[in-house]
């Protein structure tokens, strides 16, 4: 079908620092709060924010891997998620990346800083190989709890149980969570959006929806 974007599984790619500001509606705030950044894969974010004196640890299955491995999945995924985006491209907004080629070199290059600094930050400690919904950290461990393209995002593969357990284990080791975007591959709201807000509402937990200045998908 005209405009289909499909997935059958998660995929490795990665953003940059610009775009999680802007993805998560993040202003200026303190170099000593700990960001954690869930199923963070081939992201620049923590290098770029390291980078910058943040203190920022990602964690994600992905980091188990060695170098090369990291990048063939990267080149993998690459293929699917263009292909996909070509197929699809009148649901996306282009006034940033222009054009597919554009937002692909965007996406390469962020995912080229994650390969230069994946080894350093393994040895730093400030990548982690770990996965949702059962994070290897302390209850209130950071400030702030990122999410982007992943919950939600994989609302056909992950079911409503995985959510909700994902959801709550970051506010269980964080202060605050985020998650961007709330629209599955189909560009539409998540159907497990709702039973993820009813979690955290039945523990004691305060949900907001929140307009942030970023739009690629369509809505």
């Known amino acids: 079908m005209t405009g289909e974007f499909k997935l059958d599984d998660v995929r490795p790619w990665g953003r940059n620092r610009v775009e999680y500001l802007t993805f998560f509606g993040l ?15 081939p992201s620049s974010f923590n290098v770029e924010m390291t980078r ?7 964690v994600d299955p992905l980091y ?6 990291i990048s063939g999945q990267i080149s993998l995924a690459g ?16 006034t940033e990346y222009r054009s597919p080629e554009t937002l692909e ?8 800083h994650l390969l230069e600094d994946c080894e350093d930050g393994l040895a730093e ?9 059962e994070l290897p950290f302390e ?13 939600f995002t994989y609302s056909a593969q992950l079911d409503e149980a995985f959510h909700v357990a994902a959801a709550l284990e970051m506010a269980r080791v964080g ?11 189909d560009g539409l709201l998540s159907p497990q959006l709702a039973p993820v807000r009813a979690a955290m509402d039945s523990h004691g937990l305060n949900a907001e929806l929140c307009r942030v200045p970023y739009e690629f998908q369509k809505g």
């Open 52 to 58: 910058l004196g943040f203190r920022v640890t990602s």
């Open 139 to 151: 209850d209130g461990s950071f400030g702030l709890v990122l999410c982007s393209h992943f919950l």
């Open 79 to 94: 293929e699917a998620i263009m292909a996909g985006v070509r197929r699809a491209a009148s649901r996306f907004v282009w």
């Open 105 to 112: 070199a965007v996406r390469m290059a962020a995912m080229k």
């Open 125 to 133: 400690g400030r990548y982690v190989a770990a996965s949702l919904p």
């Open 175 to 185: 202060r605050e969570v985020r998650i961007f975007p709330l629209l599955d591959l």
């Open 64 to 69: 188990r891997y060695s170098k090369a491995v």
């Open 27 to 41: 202003g200026a705030f303190n170099r000593q709060t700990r960001i954690l950044d869930c199923a963070g894969g």
